[in-house]
C-alpha cells in the first residue's frame, strides 16, 4: 500500500432516495492522489513525510524552494 497523508476513511453510499445504506467505499489519502498545492502546504506540517512529499514534488517537476518566494 502507498504512503498515505491521513488514515482512510469509509464513505457511504446513498440510495435514490437520498437515504445511506449499508454499502460504502473507501477513501484512500495517498501522497499520488492529493494536490501540488495541498502538497506544498503538508510538506512543512509533516516532518516525518516530508522526504516522500518533496519525491513526489520532484516527480511533478515543482520546486518547493521557487513557490515560497511568490
Known sequence: ???????????????S???T??????????????KTEELLK???SKPKKRNVIENELIKRGVSWETSKKK
Open 1 to 15: 500500500m502507498p504512503i498515505k497523508l491521513k488514515p482512510s476513511s469509509k464513505e457511504y453510499i446513498k440510495d
Open 17 to 19: 432516495a437520498g437515504r
Open 21 to 34: 445504506g449499508s454499502k460504502y467505499k473507501w477513501i484512500h489519502y495517498t501522497v499520488t492522489g492529493a
Open 42 to 44: 503538508l510538506r512543512n
